[in-house]
């Protein structure tokens, strides 16, 4: 059970540190746009900068990445690190983006214009280091959930969205009515046809390589959690492991904070051979626990 739950603690330490790190990262980008009002290679500084796909993949992935935060703190103090299947979806999303954003800085736009010039200053952390550390959270410290296919689907939405916004300010409105000029060369530079048949499976093909390397690391610590089941509980009764648990819990765990840990015992009950189910083991947590925490307050009032 300690193992299980040190499992479990570090998944949320991780999480939360890289989620914050990746957050921190990319106001300082944002911000540094913001407040440069020139730059002789880029003219979207400024409150202009919200044009730009890469702010706003970036800003996307910060949001999501934020939304992770108070999960992990509520897994910290409450033993029972979850995160919900839309937020891991909507990661997935931002994390995407700055893939993309990552992707075409280091193929597209570093050739033409310089690999020191599209990663240094706001570029730095906008175009390399929060992409990067996004990546590596959500593969590696974030795998709360097997992503399918249709997540990959699903994650292509906001890039279609933003080809589509492009194409309006740009072709449909056009820089002299008050749109965007093609500060990114999809219409002028290259044949229009391109971008808007490519665009869309590089982004799944990154997509896809984001899901198997966070299904990998899912699958990895599933493993670990059973094993660590086997060698601790084996051919134990899963209904005293509930109550172990309960009053463990019932030391550091407020009342007004208790929550099944609803997986761990699933994991738990996966790798037994008793007749227990879940809702039983459940039911013996929250009696147990109660009944501990009660003892524990008399045993207060007396001291």
């Known amino acids: ?48 900068t919200f044009c ?7 800003i996307l992935c910060a949001v999501s990445m934020a939304m992770v935060i108070p999960y992990t703190l509520d897994g910290l103090r409450k033993h029972n690190y979850h995160l919900p299947r839309w937020i891991t979806r909507f990661v997935y999303m931002g994390v995407t983006g700055v893939g993309l954003t990552f992707v075409i800085s280091l193929l597209v736009l570093s050739p033409v214009k310089g690999f020191v010039l599209i990663f240094t200053g ?16 959500f593969c590696f410290f974030m795998s709360e959930q097997k992503l399918t296919f249709r997540d990959n689907l699903l994650v292509l939405l906001p ?16 820089e002299e009515a008050g749109g965007w000029n093609d500060f990114y060369g999809f219409v002028t530079r290259v ?9 869309l499976p590089i982004t799944f093909l990154i997509a896809w390589g984001l899901r198997a390397l966070h299904n990998r690391s899912f699958l990895r610590r ?39 840990p609803t997986r761990v015992l699933s994991i738990i009950l996966e790798n037994s051979n008793s007749d227990a189910t879940l ?16 003892a524990l307050k008399i045993e207060k009032m007396w001291l």
């Open 52 to 58: 730009m796909f890469t702010v706003n993949s970036n």
């Open 1 to 48: 059970m300690e193992r299980i739950m040190k499992v479990t603690k570090r998944q949320c330490l991780f999480a939360f540190f890289s989620a914050a790190i990746v957050v921190i990262c990319v106001c300082v980008g944002v911000t540094m746009n913001l407040t440069t009002l020139y730059d002789e290679n880029f003219d979207h500084m400024g409150i202009r």
């Open 191 to 199: 044949p229009m046809w391109i971008p808007m048949v490519l665009f």
């Open 222 to 260: 599933e493993v670990e959690e059973a094993n660590a089941c086997r060698e601790a509980f084996a051919n134990a009764d899963p209904r005293r492991i509930a109550g172990a648990m309960a009053r463990a819990n019932s030391l550091t765990v407020k009342m007004a904070d208790v929550l099944v």
């Open 122 to 137: 706001s570029r730095f952390f906008l175009h390399g280091l929060c992409p990067i550390l996004a990546i590596v959270a």
């Open 279 to 294: 809702e039983e083991c459940s039911e013996i947590y929250l009696k147990e626990y109660f009944a501990a925490a009660e």
């Open 159 to 174: 890039v279609f969205l933003y080809a589509c916004l492009y194409f309006v300010m740009v072709v449909l409105i056009g």
